[in-house]
């Protein structure tokens, strides 16, 4: 439990530290103060060049006395954190209620704060069991007939090697370990010869010890291949596992008996020139493979209809809800975490989102692929020309994979005829980011040309995902120096045209997403409402004159 301890100089300047107490003979040790300026008065909105704005949620922004009042003194724009989302706005049979957001906006306005839209179509926190009750049933993966292995069967080749296959290591000392070709009835499932791997000896967890490749195949990164190969062992107890490189992918070892066995292993291409790796050196035995196999799987899909449905609905969605706001935001994240982790930078689909079959998920992409961004950007536009239009996503700060594949995300949006004002970079970061990483990615997204906007800033501590923590004196220096680093970033690397404004996602720290029970504490503005360090490292930056 952290505690915090205020000291008054004076009348009017007040200095906050969260730390443990210090003590000298029974006696108080005051704290030095913090090297950054500490004028606690100063709100941010006074100083800053650009929005600076808040998330919070209806209870922080309308209920909660403390948090509505540092938002209404220290900032200048507010987004949304739940009421503006798919599922806070549409119930499960489909109707609208307005109720919370426009009295959240309405409160806005009064107090002269801008409102930024968040968000008309993502895949989280929104009726996917409604919209999914209204498709067409999917049609069943399949698997391609065509093999990409090239001497499957191992047929080609001379006494003691094949063609296309190569021996990697033949065990410890090399050479222990022979490859030859199997033969006769009882060593070839088909055709006249096999591959015959004999190990004496056991490597245990070293099952590259013994190891044969193939040539490399092409492979489409992101999309699944199913491997197979028929192998058996002269005695009980074999062992084997696949492998790929130069992406390294692994199998789970395979338990291989005396009969003819299909091994099958199923995985999503991370390269485009991928071998397949036998790795054998576990057990000691005697083995023969044969009729190897790579096929690529066609995912289920849906009938095409479904294109034209869902597409109806994302068009309903988006038409009703900016709409109703027209002239009362300032810009709307249109699409929001759009592109997947696993492989970095993919187009979301329903294999690469967890839950994605939950009733509150719904992958738009899986059913309209990439026109999904080019029509939510046209019917934004149609419904509320004047808003500034973004797309946001997470991690581009530290996925150059992700960021890549946004940026050209955006100039194929805006290359068929849809308009995209600009881009929204999360940064929910820790204290030991990369910061050379953060400019980095400033610099890429201000090279665009379009607008910037650091969406939803927070900065956590508990690096270490621990349940609970102790927030020291040194982590939050520490959170105040990225903080400072993240906001000076923004305005070193991107042009002042350009910078659509910081939002920083919560308030008080136990209301942030990340605080879970006090694991962690990203905000500015401790329980109390009290400034943290990181409230002075903010108002340090937006003064720098950048």
Same mark, same amino acid.
């Given at each position: 439990?952290?505690?915090?301890?205020?000291?008054?100089?004076?009348?009017?300047?007040?200095?906050?530290?969260?730390?443990?107490?210090?003590?000298?003979?029974?006696?108080?040790?005051?704290?030095?103060?913090?090297?950054?300026?500490?004028?606690?008065?100063?709100?941010?909105?006074?100083?800053?060049?650009?929005?600076?704005?808040?998330?919070?949620?209806?209870?922080?922004?309308?209920?909660?006395?403390?948090?509505?009042?540092?938002?209404?003194?220290?900032?200048?724009?507010?987004?949304?954190?739940?009421?503006?989302?798919?599922?806070?706005?549409?119930?499960?049979?489909?109707?609208?209620?307005?109720?919370?957001?426009?009295?959240?906006?309405?409160?806005?306005?009064?107090?002269?704060?801008?409102?930024?839209?968040?968000?008309?179509?993502?895949?989280?926190?929104?009726?996917?069991?409604?919209?999914?009750?209204?498709?067409?049933?999917?049609?069943?993966?399949?698997?391609?007939?065509?093999?990409?292995?090239?001497?499957?069967?191992?047929?080609?080749?001379?006494?003691?090697?094949?063609?296309?296959?190569?021996?990697?290591?033949?065990?410890?000392?090399?050479?222990?370990?022979?490859?030859?070709?199997?033969?006769?009835?009882?060593?070839?499932?088909?055709?006249?010869?096999?591959?015959?791997?004999?190990?004496?000896?056991?490597?245990?967890?070293?099952?590259?010890?013994?190891?044969?490749?193939?040539?490399?195949?092409?492979?489409?990164?992101?999309?699944?291949?199913?491997?197979?190969?028929?192998?058996?062992?002269?005695?009980?107890?074999?062992?084997?596992?696949?492998?790929?490189?130069?992406?390294?992918?692994?199998?789970?070892?395979?338990?291989?008996?005396?009969?003819?066995?299909?091994?099958?292993?199923? /995985? &999503?291409?991370? =390269? #485009?020139?991928?071998?397949?790796?036998?790795?054998?050196?576990?057990?000691? @035995?005697?083995? +023969?493979? %044969?009729?190897?196999?790579?096929?690529?799987?066609?995912?289920?899909?849906?009938?095409?209809?479904?294109?034209?449905?869902?597409?109806?609905?994302?068009?309903?969605? /988006? &038409?009703?809800? =900016? #709409?109703?706001?027209?002239?009362?935001?300032?810009?709307?994240?249109?699409? @929001?975490?759009? +592109?997947? %982790?696993?492989?970095?930078?993919?187009?979301?689909?329903?294999?690469?989102?967890?839950?994605?079959?939950?009733?509150?998920?719904?992958?738009?992409?899986?059913?309209?692929?990439?026109?999904?961004?080019?029509?939510?950007?046209?019917?934004?536009?149609?419904?509320?020309?004047?808003?500034?239009? +973004?797309?946001?996503?997470?991690?581009?700060?530290?996925?150059?994979?992700?960021?890549?594949?946004?940026?050209?995300?955006?100039?194929?949006?805006?290359?068929?005829?849809?308009?995209?004002?600009?881009?929204?970079?999360?940064?929910?970061?820790?204290?030991?980011?990369?910061?050379?990483?953060?400019?980095?990615?400033?610099?890429?997204?201000?090279?665009?040309?379009?607008?910037?906007?650091?969406?939803?800033?927070?900065?956590?501590?508990?690096?270490?995902?621990?349940?609970?923590?102790?927030?020291?004196?040194?982590?939050?220096?520490?959170?105040?120096?990225?903080?400072?680093?993240?906001?000076?970033?923004?305005?070193?690397?991107?042009?002042?045209?350009?910078?659509?404004?910081?939002?920083?996602?919560?308030?008080?720290?136990?209301?942030?997403?990340?605080?879970?029970?006090?694991?962690?504490?990203?905000?500015?503005?401790?329980?109390?409402?009290?400034?943290?360090?990181?409230?002075?490292?903010?108002?340090?930056?937006?003064?720098?004159?950048?």
């Amino acid at each position: 439990m952290k505690k915090i301890r205020v000291l008054f100089f004076l009348s009017v300047v007040t200095f906050t530290a969260c730390k443990k107490d210090s003590y000298d003979s029974g006696l108080i040790t005051p704290t030095p103060p913090t090297p950054i300026p500490t004028p606690t008065s100063v709100p941010f909105k006074s100083v800053a060049t650009f929005p600076i704005a808040i998330a919070a949620s209806n209870g922080a922004f309308t209920s909660n006395a403390l948090s509505a009042e540092i938002i209404r003194r220290d900032f200048n724009g507010i987004t949304f954190e739940n009421e503006m989302k798919n599922n806070a706005l549409i119930n499960g049979s489909g109707v609208f209620n307005y109720v919370t957001a426009d009295a959240m906006v309405a409160a806005a306005q009064t107090d002269n704060i801008q409102v930024h839209g968040h968000v008309l179509a993502w895949h989280a926190q929104t009726q996917g069991g409604l919209y999914r009750s209204i498709l067409e049933p999917e049609i069943p993966s399949s698997i391609s007939g065509l093999n990409l292995i090239l001497n499957p069967g191992f047929e080609n080749g001379n006494a003691t090697s094949f063609t296309n296959f190569s021996v990697l290591n033949s065990g410890n000392p090399i050479g222990s370990a022979t490859i030859t070709v199997g033969s006769g009835a009882s060593e070839v499932r088909s055709g006249t010869r096999s591959m015959k791997v004999v190990n004496p000896t056991a490597y245990g967890s070293e099952q590259w010890r013994v190891q044969i490749a193939c040539d490399p195949v092409t492979l489409v990164i992101g999309k699944q291949y199913q491997v197979s190969f028929w192998i058996k062992a002269a005695t009980a107890n074999g062992s084997v596992r696949l492998s790929t490189s130069p992406a390294a992918l692994y199998q789970a070892d395979q338990t291989i008996g005396t009969a003819w066995q299909q091994v099958i292993w199923v /995985i &999503t291409a991370t =390269a #485009t020139d991928t071998r397949i790796t036998f790795d054998i050196g576990r057990n000691s @035995n005697t083995y +023969f493979v %044969d009729d190897v196999a790579v096929n690529a799987i066609s995912p289920a899909s849906y009938p095409a209809v479904n294109y034209s449905k869902v597409d109806s609905v994302l068009r309903h969605n /988006i &038409t009703q809800i =900016a #709409t109703r706001y027209k002239g009362k935001v300032r810009g709307w994240d249109v699409i @929001n975490e759009m +592109f997947a %982790d696993g492989p970095a930078g993919s187009l979301r689909s329903n294999r690469n989102t967890a839950n994605a079959t939950n009733n509150d998920v719904f992958v738009w992409t899986e059913y309209l692929g990439r026109d999904f961004g080019v029509n939510a950007f046209k019917y934004a536009e149609q419904a509320d020309p004047t808003a500034k239009l +973004f797309i946001n996503d997470y991690g581009l700060e530290s996925s150059t994979a992700k960021l890549d594949s946004l940026i050209s995300y955006v100039a194929e949006i805006k290359a068929r005829g849809a308009k995209v004002d600009g881009i929204g970079t999360q940064m929910h970061i820790n204290i030991n980011n990369n910061k050379d990483l953060i400019d980095a990615h400033f610099k890429k997204l201000a090279a665009t040309g379009l607008l910037v906007h650091l969406s939803e800033l927070d900065i956590g501590v508990n690096t270490s995902n621990a349940t609970t923590l102790s927030f020291t004196d040194a982590l939050e220096t520490a959170q105040a120096d990225m903080y400072n680093y993240a906001v000076l970033s923004y305005m070193r690397n991107v042009p002042k045209a350009q910078r659509y404004g910081v939002t920083i996602w919560g308030v008080l720290d136990n209301q942030s997403w990340r605080y879970s029970n006090g694991a962690d504490y990203p905000l500015i503005y401790n329980p109390s409402g009290i400034k943290k360090k990181a409230y002075e490292a903010v108002l340090n930056a937006l003064k720098s004159g950048l």
